[in-house]
């Protein structure tokens, strides 16, 4: 018999199993994998890893290769609204059923083996795809890449966006250690992408370290801004008038250039025409990534946790000007930089509405005030529910509220929306 016969169950449970929420390393998931036959997916996969941009080059890889014509099953985390947005076929979240049932059988062969809950997830999409027998798995890295649950699963081509800092306490705390570690996910023969424009030098060098065919943005191949449309170039490779991707934000190109590169090395078993590339380019979206919300007072939705993608956060709402101010709300947890985040943010804000975020790892919206240490209006908050409220109460015409932070504080300003 199941261990449980509903998703919500599981999940709780999966949340007390192992007594670290964020264990590092692979002996324990690639050991139950093994008794679970999931270490060779038989389908061709594409690990996607970095600091920034992460999700938003599955997302695109996932809506080319799908124009193209091609069965997909994608890995990601964290989610927003539902744990089913995690692993997904041919675009549509799987139900809470097969989740179910793979987490019996993950649960089964475990044999007291103690799983944290990112590893679980992980065993489970390996598990639905391997049943799915899709053309291409997308895989997500969690945290790292070195001892992330997803390596495990020897990549065919793995791709690195772009390095900031974040996760300090595992994975180092400056950008050439944090590069080491997302450079763990690279294979000897195999292609090592990279779409951060101004990579770690370990990356460059664990790569050629481990004889990965290192590929780099601005020496391999390239991209150029004209404005409304966009050119990739790779050797005597070039496409012309691309539709810029439909994931807002400047930086989207240098990882739209990251997928091309890893579309255009996988041609020969893969082929993908410029008519896809386009149809999958402007059909790519991703929730709480520079997301646009509008009604009486337009909202912005971004889960920038870091120095580097609130700035490009910064740079999205530059490029968009309001005539009235701007209300951040702001809730984020105790392992990010939250000076660096609101030095980033300051100079567009008017109104600052710190929230507390739930669990331990959440900040209050005192501790994240003192933290944040800006000039201004300020006020504080129970939650980001309270926050939203104040804000969309007391914003007038001309105004914007832009919500941002954490996974947590996206996912919270959604829920609110339903």
């Given at each position: 018999m199941p261990r449980f016969d509903n998703l919500g169950d599981w999940l709780r449970w999966q949340e007390t199993l192992h007594p670290d929420p964020i264990d590092l390393g692979l002996e324990r998931v690639a050991t139950v994998a093994r008794r679970?036959?999931?270490?060779?997916?038989?389908?061709?996969?594409?690990?996607?890893?970095?600091?920034?941009?992460?999700?938003?080059?599955?997302?695109?890889l996932d809506t080319v290769y799908r124009a193209a014509g091609y069965h997909?099953?994608?890995?990601?985390?964290?989610?927003?609204?539902?744990?089913?947005?995690?692993?997904?076929?041919?675009?549509?979240?799987?139900?809470?059923?097969?989740?179910?049932?793979?987490?019996?059988?993950?649960?089964?062969?475990?044999?007291?083996?103690s799983l944290t809950y990112f590893e679980f997830g992980t065993l489970a999409a390996l598990d639905i795809f391997r049943a799915?027998?899709?053309?291409?798995?997308?895989?997500?890295?969690?945290?790292?890449?070195?001892?992330?649950?997803?390596?495990?699963?020897?990549?065919?081509?793995?791709?690195?966006?772009?390095?900031?800092?974040?996760?300090?306490?595992?994975?180092?705390?400056?950008?050439?250690?944090?590069?080491?570690?997302?450079?763990?996910?690279?294979?000897?023969?195999?292609?090592?992408i990279c779409s951060d424009p101004r990579p770690p030098a370990s990356l460059r060098q664990t790569a050629q370290r481990l004889g990965a065919d290192w590929q780099a943005l601005g020496v391999h191949f390239s991209c150029r801004d004209k404005g409304d449309s966009w050119s990739w170039e790779c050797g005597d490779r070039r496409l012309e008038a691309l539709p810029r991707p439909s994931i807002p934000g400047r930086h989207q190109l240098?990882?739209?250039?990251?997928?091309?590169?890893?579309?255009?090395?996988?041609q020969a078993s893969y082929p993908v025409t410029p008519r896809a590339i386009a149809e999958g380019l402007?059909?790519?979206?991703?929730?709480?990534?520079?997301?646009?919300?509008?009604?009486?007072?337009?909202?912005?939705?971004d889960v920038a946790h870091n120095r580097e993608s609130a700035a490009q956060l910064a740079g999205f709402l530059g490029d968009r000007p309001v005539t009235g101010q701007t209300w951040l709300v702001l809730g984020m947890l105790a392992d990010k930089e939250v000076a660096a985040v609101a030095a980033s943010l300051s100079d567009g804000v008017d109104r600052w509405c710190f929230a507390t975020l739930p669990g331990e790892r959440g900040?209050?919206?005192?501790?994240?005030?003192?933290?944040?240490?800006?000039?201004?209006?300020?006020?504080?908050?129970?939650?980001?529910?309270?926050?939203?409220?104040?804000?969309?109460?007391c914003a007038g015409h001309g105004d914007r509220i832009v919500v941002t932070g954490s996974f947590l504080t996206v996912a919270a300003a959604l829920a609110s929306q339903v």
């Open positions: 679970l036959d999931l270490l060779a997916p038989g389908a061709t996969v594409i690990t996607v890893g970095g600091t920034n941009g992460k999700g938003s080059s599955v997302a695109m997909t099953g994608v890995y990601t985390s964290p989610h927003l609204l539902a744990y089913n947005e995690r692993i997904s076929l041919d675009g549509n979240p799987v139900d809470d059923a097969l989740l179910c049932a793979s987490f019996a059988r993950i649960d089964a062969a475990r044999d007291g083996i799915a027998l899709p053309d291409l798995i997308l895989l997500e890295v969690g945290m790292g890449g070195r001892l992330d649950a997803v390596n495990i699963i020897d990549a065919d081509v793995a791709l690195v966006t772009a390095i900031g800092i974040d996760h300090s306490e595992w994975l180092g705390n400056d950008r050439e250690a944090i590069g080491r570690e997302k450079a763990g996910i690279f294979r000897r023969g195999r292609p090592a240098e990882n739209a250039a990251g997928v091309l590169r890893v579309v255009d090395g996988l402007r059909a790519a979206s991703l929730a709480g990534r520079c997301q646009v919300l509008s009604g009486r007072i337009e909202q912005v939705l900040l209050s919206a005192r501790q994240l005030g003192e933290q944040a240490a800006v000039d201004g209006q300020v006020e504080f908050f129970e939650s980001v529910d309270a926050a939203l409220a104040h804000a969309r109460a």
